[in-house]
């Protein structure tokens, strides 16, 4: 009756196992560490450079435990802080020749004690909060005039556009602020324009106005339309802050909007604040524009003329100095996608797409430049360089090709590039705060202690109340605990104070299901059931009210998960975690250690589960007296 078969014990050893396994690398701590990154997205990490890193800590007679190359960045742990710092100073002084212009951004960190055979069988500790592991935090404001400026730059640009489309004669074009501004010369001509861009650019509000001599229409950005450039602004510098930070190997940062127009950006176990900011700062912005092949751009180029008015100077990170017109004709915001790929002559390539607005302008723009080159510009902290200048072959529309002398790699470093985005408006940072690693180890210090007392008292107080039967729950609990923390380590979530709070929350939530257990058998035993059959009854009908109880409070959880954010969402995460393993422990994990206890004894008489308050028999004058008796084994 109260036997498993082997393979459900099989199961749970397994489990245990694993469990074993996986929270293993939390136990070992973090150590110090230098992370070295590029300062341009245009210069590589790769294994050479580990090698001059490994040389210079060699000439500076520094031993690192390890220096791997890990994502986007190289990083080498050490045994202490003042190594750490020493090692900082020897890799900058190796790899910076010139302090004003550093190539690579060397930078404090944290890494894991955890041994390196635990990370070859993809065992890894969880990732700790800011809160926890220490690091900086960053709040950043959006300059949404600069957004909405850019907005009527465009704009401008379009109207311009479908006038000449349509033969609308004009007296000029000029933008003041966030207003487009229209001469004519007839009251005709200004009304079939104010048609025209009624229907094709409804976003502007147009009015009639006088400009001197001249009639003119002035356009403004309807409310509407001014709300939704700031909040695309605000979504893609997120999404261009996460894949920028992304690429430099930072462990899950948080980048997330607050109120309208703000960014908050934390980096955990970043040390170093001056380089966080550097990483911060890494957000380029995309540009294409033509090439000047003119003569007086060629005299430019070997120094014995100046450069030609409308043009600027930049450098081809393959072919040096290029000249460039000012005039943008598409920028990041206008790109879609970007992918390496082949051309018709198995030569490796960037595919692009570009949105409806940039293929209407590339298709004008190449119809009339076939032949000449077309530079793509990343501009990174005010400084422009020319990432491929192509030639352009033949009318281009939404998906064009960029080929020419890349290999596979180059193409694909070229589309990582281009894909990476590029900031809708300009930020700074409004507000800096950092946390020391001291301060996150006292954290997890309280956070461990509060955990364990928790336990230890909850276990305490099971195993005075329910004798043997309470050990087991103090036993199952133990295993809900550990596949907690197996659990968050195998999926690389971010542990926060909220969610060491949250897994003291699960640890007295997870013992109710073995109260209604053990209450459920002392009520068949109190009915006169066998021990054998009140085990068996206890679990089997204590377990449609464990799993109500237990639905119900994840409902509640998955609603904090969909709606709530930072501190919340972290609390939810390990909450609902939390429920789903103590169904199995409470249920599964201590039906098997009662299993083995008691099922292999047929003519059991008494099982060990504290004080059973039996009906005593029926006397004249007292018929509801009761008597105390105990089972025990």
Not at 140 to 166: I, P
Not at 454 to 474: I, K, N, P, W
Request: charge should be neutral.
């Amino acid at each position: 009756m109260n036997r498993y078969p082997l393979w459900k014990y099989l199961v749970l050893v397994i489990a245990f196992l694993i469990g074993a396994l996986y929270s293993l690398p939390n136990f070992f701590g973090e150590a110090p560490a230098v992370q070295v990154s590029s300062s341009k997205v245009t210069i590589k990490i790769d294994e050479p450079l580990v090698a001059r890193v490994n040389a210079a800590l060699d000439a500076a007679k520094i031993q690192p435990d390890f220096v791997q190359l890990e994502g986007g960045s190289i990083k080498a742990r050490f045994a202490d802080t003042d190594t750490q710092i020493k090692a900082k100073d020897a890799i900058t002084a190796a790899l910076n020749k010139d302090p004003a212009e550093p190539t690579y951004i060397v930078a404090l960190n944290l890494l894991s004690r955890s041994p390196q055979w635990l990370a070859k069988l993809h065992a890894f500790p969880m990732y700790l909060g800011l809160d926890l592991r220490g690091g900086v935090h960053f709040l950043m404001q959006v300059d949404m005039k600069a957004a909405l400026t850019k907005k009527a730059e465009a704009l401008t640009g379009d109207v311009r556009s479908l006038l000449r489309d349509k033969n609308v004669r004009h007296a000029g074009i000029t933008r003041d602020g966030n207003t487009v501004r229209i001469a004519f010369r007839e009251a005709e001509t200004r009304k079939a324009a104010q048609d025209v861009l009624n229907v094709q650019l409804p976003d502007l509000q147009w009015a009639e106005a006088a400009d001197g001599e001249n009639l003119a229409l002035v356009g403004t950005l309807k409310p509407l339309a001014q709300k939704a450039v700031q909040d695309a602004a605000l979504k893609q510098n997120i999404t261009t802050l996460h894949n920028r930070v992304n690429e430099l190997g930072t462990s899950e940062p948080v980048i997330q909007q607050q109120g309208a127009d703000r960014i908050v950006v934390q980096l955990p176990g970043v040390q170093d604040t001056a380089r966080a900011k550097d990483i911060i700062g890494r957000t380029a912005t995309l540009e294409m524009r033509m090439v000047d092949d003119s003569v007086e751009a060629q005299a430019a180029l070997s120094g014995s003329g100046p450069v030609p008015f409308g043009d600027e100077r930049y450098m081809d990170r393959q072919y040096g100095p290029i000249i460039v017109k000012r005039q943008v004709i598409l920028t990041g915001d206008n790109l879609n996608d970007a992918q390496p790929g082949f051309d018709e002559n198995h030569q490796p390539s960037v595919n692009l797409t570009v949105d409806a607005k940039g293929a209407r302008i590339m298709k004008e723009v190449s119809r009339e430049n076939i032949g000449k080159r077309m530079a793509i510009l990343l501009f990174e902290k005010g400084k422009g360089e020319v990432v491929t200048a192509p030639r352009i072959n033949s009318e281009l529309g939404a998906n064009f090709r960029i080929s020419g002398a890349m290999g596979v790699q180059e193409a694909a470093d070229t589309a990582l590039l281009l894909r990476a985005g590029s900031l809708a408006a300009p930020m700074e940072i409004i507000e800096e705060r950092t946390i020391g690693p001291s301060l996150g180890a006292e954290n997890i210090a309280k956070g461990i202690h509060s955990v364990i007392g928790g336990f230890l008292a909850v276990a305490a107080f099971m195993c005075l109340y329910y004798m043997m039967f309470g050990l087991f729950s103090a036993l199952a609990l133990g295993f809900n605990l550990l596949l907690v923390v197996a659990v968050l380590s195998m999926l690389q979530a971010t542990l926060s104070l909220p969610g060491m709070a949250a897994i003291a929350l699960v640890l007295g939530m997870a013992i109710d299901a073995n109260v209604l257990i053990n209450e459920r058998v002392r009520e068949e035993l109190r009915g006169g059931a066998s021990p054998q059959v009140a085990i068996n009854l206890g679990y089997e009908r204590a377990f449609a009210t464990i799993l109500d109880s237990n639905v119900t409070t994840l409902i509640a959880g998955l609603a904090l998960l969909a709606f709530g954010s930072g501190p919340v969402k972290g609390f939810a995460v390990v909450h609902c975690l939390g429920i789903l393993t103590s169904m199995f422990s409470s249920v599964v994990f201590s039906r098997a250690l009662v299993n083995l206890w008691y099922g292999r004894q047929k003519k059991l008489k008494s099982v060990s589960i504290g004080q059973v308050w039996k009906p005593a028999p029926d006397s004249p004058g007292t018929p509801e007296a009761t008597e105390p008796t105990a089972d025990k084994a």
